[in-house]
């Protein structure tokens, strides 16, 4: 499950400032290169490991091979983002339900993950909003989905 | 880029604030807010004005958007007086200033509402053409509500890069960013608008992040606390990319601080 609060905007950050200092560096070293309390840093990481492209061992973060690669093009950025995204919930989820369908919304995509046990919140408009944000703002980066304000409906890209 | 804009050779000057004078009234005495403040932007030039905080740049920087109206003084987008707001001069705002009713795609068109010579067709590649560059293709459709402070502060870009300006002004556009997302957007800012790409030839930004100013900026024009005058001008030499970590970076942090003290 992806951190509700992480945007990909921050991992992106976080894979470039380690690359940019050799490829390993501890966490309270990163938090300060990247002017972040660590609090904040943790589910950012959380989502990097998620996505395959760090590891944390022992207190140090390592750049992944496939985190070499998204650190040096766009290209590969946006290719192995839409790759590994695909592969995380709610975005499997949802990218799913759109292809079956013409269209997904937020609140059809939360009810198909609460039915697997998987919630963000335990109040359904929250969880459904945490879930509205986390496609906005993951999915139409990665190239999966489309995203119609007006509508708040999802279809695949 | 506007197609009938002027070529211009780099490091023509663009903008002349000359002698600007502001005063405040209270109670009819005059509160003297700007004292005498003269500068230059040029093409290709990216000009960062500091100074203490309540000193008047952010004042300085509406004077320069022809927002607010000097005491004394005049300031000229190359040989033409600016006398109100106009269509060459853009400004991006420390709180983004969308209207959270409108779409990001409609925040940016709303923008270009004063282009009485644009088609709506040609208006909305306008307003495509801008979200393209800030990097939010795609995010056309979607509310400010639901977009993050970074992607935000990109609509605020769009919207002003949309109206093909000469001039960009920022106001403290970092300022209201996590650091994270403003360390991203800052490391974008500066390639993102002096580019080909975009109309933009010069621009002057406001802040009070002596960091943030040696990361970006050409020159450096500092103020005096109120009321202002410019206590010091540094022409910026370092190449670019710019290393935050090196010796010579701090050694420009340190210029700039001393000027302030």
Redesign the interface.
Known sequence: MMPANVRGGQVISLVEVTGSIGGRVDIPKLADELGADVAVLLPILDAAEMLGLVRTEKGDVHLTEMGHRFQKTSKEKLKILKERVAAIEPFRTAVELASKGKQVTPSQVAEALAEMGLKWHYQPDINESLIRTLLIHWTIYAGLLRYDGKSGKFTRA | MAEDQVQLASGTTIVTVDHVRLDYHKEREPLPVLADVSLTAARDELVAITGPSGCGKSTLLRIVAGLIKPTSGTVRVLDSEVKGPRDDISMVFQNFVLLPWR?AIENVLFGLGSRADLTEEERKAKAENALQITGLQ??E???PG???G?MKQRVGVARALATDPMVMLLDEPFSSL????A??LRKEMYSLLINPQTSVQTVILVSHNVEEIIELADKVVVLSSRPAHVVGELKVDLPRPRNKKSDEFFEWVDRVYSLLS
């Open positions: 779409t795609g995010f459709s979607v509310y639901e977009l993050s970074g996590d650091d994270l997302t360390e991203r």
